[in-house]
């Protein structure tokens, strides 16, 4: 009846949703009231929507995006969905809270450094990695580096030392890779954290004396310079000085498909894909443009990038399934992301046609690759 219903003002004071944030929600589709005024276009709530809107409150306040908070109230009972969108929430909360304490760290030593300035000298960080495992790191982010000269700070890898794990990171804009190498620091100490941006010049020389490399590879890291020994061999250069881009928010990915497949399988289907020369960037820039397609049983295939729900497909190119997620990307950056020989399966995050796309090894979690999409063309 009516005379039940809560009235906009009355639901926001029972529920702690302001009245305006109720007419958003209702906007976007969240939460939209059991009955409007046709005449004056006010909104009217059933006595069952208090706890969902107590239930929004809630979301609203740990900070759940408008996307997961539609994930949440949509999800069917007992399928376990709107945890898993908690649970993803809830480790991004703290991975920031994470890079948060990190970076106060970093702070409070350059406020030392500025109140004093003749007292303070870069703290050097001396550290051991393995040389196999180096190599296959630098291997792994070296096509990533950026060439820009407009952009120096990216012509470098990050070599980002966190406690216990090295991490190397490279990126363009357009793609970026990361890896992991585990640490021996003196001491037994994994507490220690520093990060310098290293130029592709001396990265590529560590990797030229890594070659015929086993032991350990020694590391001195003093924020201003980077000096190497590799089996008696020592090589130095001057970090660049920039402040790398803050790339621990850019790889937090929350993939609506998962696919897993073998790397070779992968590559060979690439590299034979149907491709579009389009724009890939604000310079105007063309590439040759394919487009995977993973369909709601996680099959993936190769579509033409003019292909729409089998239309125009072309003799050679599969039609992507009713419902499948679609992804543009340069061609040539994904193959670069699959270097010939790699072996064992691979696993592919997608969550969207203009979100990121995640190329993983299963073994090596902490060592990926990222792309950034290519818009494709209204048709």
């Known amino acids: 009846m009516e005379s039940d219903l809560r009235s906009i003002g009355e639901l926001a004071r029972d529920s ?4 305006s944030a109720l007419r958003f929600y209702d906007g976007a589709d969240v939460l939209a009231p059991a009955r409007v005024d046709p005449r004056t276009g006010y909104r009217w709530y059933a006595p069952g929507q208090l706890a969902e809107a107590r239930l929004l409150a ?63 000298a870069p ?19 070296r096509f990533a580096v950026g060439s820009d000269p407009e952009l120096p700070v990216l012509s470098g890898v990050l070599f980002d030392l966190d406690g216990g794990l090295l991490r190397l990171v490279a990126t363009d804009r ?8 585990p640490v021996d620091a003196p001491g037994g100490s994994g507490a220690a954290s520093a990060a310098v941006i290293v130029p592709a010049a001396l990265a590529d020389a560590l990797r030229a004396l890594l070659g015929p490399a086993a032991g350990p590879v020694e590391l001195a890291l003093d924020g201003g310079a980077v000096r190497i020994v590799v089996d008696g061999h020592r090589i130095e250069g001057a970090a660049l000085d920039h402040d790398y881009p803050d790339y621990r928010a850019l790889v937090r990915l929350d ?8 790397a070779a399988d992968l590559r060979e289907a690439v590299a034979c894909a149907p491709t579009r020369s389009l724009p890939s960037g604000p310079d105007g820039t063309h590439c040759e443009v394919a487009v995977l397609a993973v369909d709601e049983s996680g099959r993936l295939t190769l579509v033409a990038p003019d292909a729409d729900a089998g ?17 543009a990307v340069n ?6 992301a699959l270097p010939a020989g790699t072996p064992g399966q691979l696993v592919l995050e997608l969550g969207g046609p203009i979100a990121p796309l ?13 792309l950034m999409p290519v818009r494709l063309p209204a048709a």
């Open 16 to 19: 702690g949703l302001s009245v």
């Open 58 to 120: 809630r979301l609203r306040r740990v900070g759940l995006p408008l996307a997961g908070i539609r994930a949440v109230l949509g999800a069917d009972p007992g399928s376990g969905a709107a945890h898993r969108v908690l649970d993803a929430h809830l480790r991004r909360l703290e991975d920031g809270l994470a890079d948060a304490r990190r970076e106060l760290s970093l702070i409070r030593r350059l406020i030392d450094q500025r109140e004093n300035p003749m007292n303070t």
């Open 123 to 141: 703290a050097e960080h001396r550290f051991t990695v393995p040389a196999p495992a180096l190599a296959e790191a630098l291997d792994a982010v």
């Open 174 to 181: 357009y793609r970026m890779a990361l890896a992991e190498v």
């Open 255 to 262: 993939p609506v498909r998962r696919v897993g497949l073998p």
């Open 311 to 327: 239309v125009n497909a072309g003799a050679d190119a599969a039609a992507p399934a009713p419902g499948a997620l679609r992804v």
């Open 331 to 336: 061609r040539d950056f994904l193959l670069e």
């Open 358 to 370: 995640a190329i993983r090894t299963p073994d090596h979690p902490g060592t990926f690759s990222v």
